[in-house]
């Protein structure tokens, strides 16, 4: 009965901008224009890192959590493997405070808030952006305003050059360790004003790869050198996504399907007498997604989106042994599997009240559900159930060379449990403020600053776990201040064709940081609110392109700084790691890209530098010490065009040095490997 | 323009200056600290800890405190065993001297690990998953083992004992017991096992299994409580087994089972995290999670095994029970009853030992490794 109180609420407040727009004058519809989706990006107001075009078609990474590894300010976990786990964090607060979106609609996971970058490929993305607190702009969707850090997505829509009707690319993939990669996507125009792609990628790889351990004695003799194969990081999966793209009269719509089906290991921690484990996880994702936008007046514009997400993962864990001739298990047991459920529809309205003062309202829905089938365990599972409405409220204006832009975001998110003990209800309001300044007229030079307040809702396992959830939890709470600059320096004056570099100081404090607190057995952790973090870090981002006769070069460097450091108390106590910087978390890193492009030759050289960090046992000694990583990755592409056809090859050349690397403490990454890419354009 | 990119250039260059290179890795070398003074008298020399290490972290080690000259060493294995590709291994579980030779059992590693107990060098390494504790009687080893025979519910696996002839350093026999079996006793040529059933939330197993060492079958399961653990056994033949509760509305407990009849003869209602036997005294602490504070209520004791009654509630007399976060560890010096007891912190970060005077004042404190547990005292030959 309640819920259907609040459905109508919120119905009414979706079609409030139709009611509206019913009363405005429609004599102002003026001449058909394009609505272009990326918007008018208000850059110096808010510190954003884009990889498109060229530089992302042309670096050696194949899904979104390799590239993002070239954004300053950005970490990501990576347990190696084809088919390992690789999630991303923004400044070091915390996965759950990154806001991934595809094609403008968020990723959402309930169960673990984790989403996993891996295995969203790069071959049908157009570009990735990522915001420090949020999206420059005020024209989108609550939830757009509620994370610390956004990375956006945005796929490849269809461009057809003349006449042309049809789009067909066809391309294979495949490298020095097993690995086999075909995909093709098809993009065809059916009227003027609706196009429609297709595109499917099937990836086959046992993932099997040598890595190395050795260790030297003191005074400088081999202790121990050990090569072996990684195993357990196979995988198989199938991507199909689909899209039709429209326009309308002062606006444009699309619709997408997806769908990701994959079987894979899930390789776990090499140890000793253990370099092997049977750790295996097989996905369905499928989601279907809208969007709509439309200018109805000059000064009223409206966008909606809807979402519908069915999640699949099923977990198993059955290592066996033997012992006196007999198979037994080795180490515990699970088969479980999850089934997530995710309905969401938001509606925009922005107004322009002067020319240079906007004002817009969003207001978001979300419905989340988790069933589970959980094999042997028997304690109850908890089916929760999510409702969340999000509404926010944001301006901008504009007075001379400053500019401003303030949200608020109200949160309510109320649950539903079947079993055990439900989360209360809570509503929470949290605002931002973003300043933007460019004193001089004659110069690109932009000021920047900004305060946000931001929380995370515990996730469905933080709550619900079984014996280790714990259902009053609170929100996490993060708060973020960044001032920082961009310059532009003048085009075409002097050597460079562009040259542009930014910098931003920053400076975060985590409240009621979720943590699993320990209890008397070591296999039970209650989750708690009592985690203490400070952060503060330097981003600096350089751009620049320039050419020689016909070579352009383009290069794009970043260095961050960053210190995050865990003040948490347990019981008042302080641990023998208080004030030490957080697991995995380099004081150094940097990144450089350069690609050169001569007639239809491409050369890309790129570079990651990861500096010296702490691994999970956070205390900062020498045992608990993580060497710094760099690879360097070559790639040349050249392309070659038959009549109609156009060929390219490519060759890639990953961690050329060949490094016996590892991102996370026992879990070894790839050594050198070469990968070969072949596609045919019609 | 020129200038500002050579100074852009310049800046860029001092960065990479500070930032590190990659160094060839040398194994994880021992730090010394000398913590007390040393002293001549007992037989007892030392005494090995062992770390457990976190799961996945490879962390476990093996610290040695040396009475004659008072020095405490962590981390002595990568040193004495270089050779030993990634060391040590994944969560040491029981560590235990019986002759000339220490048991490490290391239970994500899947092998109890023999070292030398002089020299801690490596003797053997023997396989066995999923292992627990170890106990001793004649020339035999006792381990016991939380795998089974692969059943289609994950969670269905019975446990194991093993016998381990500690000469050959063999596997000879096996023995199925209850579910995830942890520490064990030997009395009169029997061998009781405290079965867990940890895997099997909220169906925990209620057992002790009882084995008879000639046949190795089991003859006999004693009903006790539920998510049984740890065992001690007093000169009368009692056996005290404590129980973990199952953390919401059964609260852990202390049970005793009388070694002539074998079947329960107590139930103490003593919450019981860990227990320590010395000559009468029953050592024991317990932690245990409060919903409404949101944090662990620690009480420490000490039961008078002739009475079976709490002769004091107080193991550290000076307050310095406040310091400890979570105590994990307890051990009693047999010979001068100081008292051990070691603090796991959140059993992430690097924990403590902490040493005691009979009496219970803190005699000295020093840092050990990851969730410092478990205490064997090395004697005289």
New interface residues.
């Given amino acids: 009965m309640y819920y259907r109180k609040k459905i109508l609420l919120f119905v009414f407040i979706l079609f409030i901008p139709f009611v509206l727009h019913s009363q405005v004058d429609t004599d102002s519809l003026r001449v058909l224009k394009e609505v272009i989706l990326k918007g008018k990006p208000y850059q110096e107001v808010i510190p954003v890192q884009t990889l498109s075009g060229k530089l992302l078609e042309n670096l050696s990474s194949h899904n979104v959590a390799d590239a993002l590894r070239y954004f300053a300010g950005t970490q990501i976990k990576d347990y190696g493997g084809l088919g390992g786990l690789k999630t991303v964090d923004v400044r070091n607060m915390g996965t759950h405070h990154v806001g991934v979106f595809y094609d403008g609609i968020q990723l959402g996971n309930a169960q673990n808030g984790v989403t996993d970058l891996g295995k969203y490929s790069l071959d049908d993305m157009e570009s990735l952006t990522m915001y420090n607190g949020q999206k420059s702009e005020i024209f989108q969707s609550a939830k757009d305003f509620a994370a610390a850090s956004t990375i956006y997505l945005r796929t490849k829509r269809p461009v057809f050059i003349g006449y042309k009707k049809t789009n067909l690319l066809v391309r294979f993939k495949t490298m020095s360790i097993n690995y086999f990669d075909p995909s093709f996507r098809w993009e065809q125009k059916l009227s003027d004003k609706v196009s429609m792609s297709f595109s499917s990628e099937y990836i086959k790889s046992n993932g099997e790869y040598k890595f190395r351990?050795?260790?030297?004695?003191?005074d400088?003799t081999i202790?121990?050198d050990?090569t072996a194969t990684r195993h357990n990081s196979d995988i198989e999966a199938l991507r199909v996504e689909s899209g039709l793209y429209g326009k309308i009269n002062k606006g444009s719509w699309d619709a997408k399907l997806y769908y990701y089906d994959s079987d894979r290991g899930a390789p776990?921690?090499?140890?000793?007498?253990?370099f092997s484990d049977g750790f295996r996880q097989y996905d369905k994702n499928f989601f279907t997604q809208a969007f709509l936008v439309k200018d109805f007046t000059e000064k009223y514009k409206f966008q909606a989106r809807a979402k519908f997400a069915y999640d699949y993962t099923h977990y198993v864990?059955?290592d066996?042994?033997n012992?006196?001739g007999?198979?037994?298990?080795?180490?515990?047991?699970?088969?479980d599997s999850y089934y997530q459920q995710e309905y969401y529809i938001t509606a925009v309205n922005m107004y322009s009240i002067l020319s240079n003062w906007d004002v817009s309202l969003s207001t978001d829905f979300q419905y989340n559900r988790l069933n589970a089938t959980r094999?042997?365990?028997?304690?109850q599972f908890s089916y929760p159930q999510r409702y969340t409405t999000l509404i926010s409220l944001a301006s901008t204006y504009r007075i001379g060379g400053f500019k401003a832009l303030g949200s608020v975001i109200g949160t309510n998110v109320q649950e539903e449990v079947r079993y055990n003990a439900k989360a209360p209800d809570k509503t929470e309001f949290t605002p931002a403020l973003f300043l933007g300044y460019t004193p001089f007229k004659n110069y690109d030079f932009n000021l920047r600053a900004f305060a946000k307040r931001i929380f995370r809702m515990p996730t469905f396992n933080d709550l619900y776990y079984?014996?280790i959830g714990?259902s009053?939890l609170r929100p996490e709470y993060m708060n973020q201040y960044d001032v920082g600059f961009t310059y532009n320096?003048p085009q075409n004056?002097?050597?460079f064709d562009k040259?542009s570099?930014q910098l931003d100081g920053y400076y975060t404090n985590t409240k009621d940081k979720i943590i699993a607190?320990?209890?008397?057995?070591?296999?039970?952790w209650?989750m708690?609110n009592?985690g203490q973090v400070e952060g503060k870090g330097i981003e600096s981002v350089?751009n620049m392109g320039t050419h020689f006769g016909k070579v352009n070069l383009a290069a794009n460097?970043t260095?961050t700084?960053s210190e995050s450091k865990d003040y948490t108390k347990?019981?008042g106590?302080e641990?023998?790691?208080y004030g030490d910087q957080i697991p995995y978390t380099p004081w150094?890193s940097?990144s450089g890209i350069l690609n050169a492009d001569y007639e239809t030759w491409n050369f890309n050289y790129s570079f990651i530098?990861v500096?010296?960090r702490y691994?999970?046992?956070?205390?900062n000694?020498k045992?608990n010490e993580v060497?710094?990583?760099?690879t360097h990755d070559l790639a040349v592409q050249k392309s070659f065009a038959f009549h109609n056809y156009k060929l390219k090859g490519a060759v890639e050349l990953n961690n050329v040095l060949n490094?016996n690397?590892e991102v996370i403490?026992?879990y070894p990454m790839p050594g050198r490997t070469v990968k070969f890419i072949i596609s045919i354009e019609l | 323009m020129k200038k500002i990119t050579a100074k852009i250039i310049l800046s860029l260059c001092i960065i990479l200056a500070f930032a590190s290179c990659r160094e060839d890795e040398i194994i994880f070398p021992s730090t010394d600290k000398s913590v007390a003074a040393p002293r001549s008298d007992g037989n007892i020399e030392g005494f090995y800890l062992l770390n457990e290490g976190n799961m996945g972290m490879n962390r476990a080690s093996i610290d040695v405190f040396n009475y004659r000259t008072g020095n405490y060493t962590t981390d002595i294995y990568s040193e004495r065993n270089p050779t030993v590709v990634k060391e040590l291994g994944d969560v040491g579980n029981d560590i235990k001297i019986y002759g000339n030779k220490v048991y490490a059992v290391i239970n994500c590693s899947n092998k109890v690990e023999v070292i030398e107990k002089w020299t801690a060098k490596r003797i053997k390494k023997i396989d066995i998953p999923n292992c627990r504790y170890v106990t001793f009687y004649k020339d035999k080893a006792y381990v016991s083992s939380y795998s089974g025979p692969v059943a289609i519910d994950p969670n269905a696996e019975i446990g194991f004992v093993a016998e381990i002839d500690t000469i050959s350093l063999e596997i000879k026999r096996k023995v199925t017991v209850g579910y995830q079996p942890e520490q064990m006793v030997v009395h009169n040529g029997k061998l009781y096992v405290a079965n867990s059933g940890g895997y099997r939330v909220p169906n925990y197993d209620r057992t002790v299994s009882v084995i008879d060492l000639e046949t190795f079958k089991e003859i006999k399961k004693i009903d006790v409580g539920i998510n049984l653990y740890s065992m001690q056994i007093d000169r009368r033949g009692d056996i005290y087994v404590s129980s973990r509760g199952d953390y919401y509305n059964t609260p852990s407990n202390l049970f005793v089972i009388d070694t002539k009849t074998d079947e329960k003869k107590m139930q103490l209602d003593i919450p019981v995290s860990d227990t320590c036997l010395v000559d009468d005294l029953l050592y024991f602490y317990s932690v245990s999670w409060s919903y409404l504070t949101n944090s662990n209520k620690i009480i420490y004791g000490i039961l008078d095994t002739k009475t079976k009654q709490i002769i004091t509630d107080k193991i550290i007399t000076d307050g310095t029970e406040k310091q400890i976060m979570i105590p994990y560890g307890l051990q009693v010096n047999p010979e001068t009853k100081e008292i051990y007891i070691t603090d796991a912190q959140n059993y992430v970060v690097t924990g403590y030992i902490y040493c005691f005077t009979p009496e219970g004042k803190l005699k000295w404190k020093t840092t050990a490794g990851n969730i410092p547990a478990h205490i064997a005292f090395i004697t005289k030959n």
């Fill in positions: 351990y050795k260790r030297n004695n003191l400088g202790a121990y050990t776990g921690a090499i140890v000793e007498n253990k864990a059955r066996t042994t012992i006196l007999e198979t037994v298990t080795e180490g515990a047991q699970s088969d094999r042997g365990i028997q304690t079984t014996m714990s009053t320096f004056k002097g050597f040259f570099f607190a320990p209890t008397g057995n070591l296999f039970r209650m708690t009592i350089l460097l260095y700084y347990f019981g106590l641990l023998s790691s150094h940097g530098y500096g010296k691994n999970g046992n956070v205390n000694i045992i060497q710094p990583w760099y490094q690397y403490y026992n």
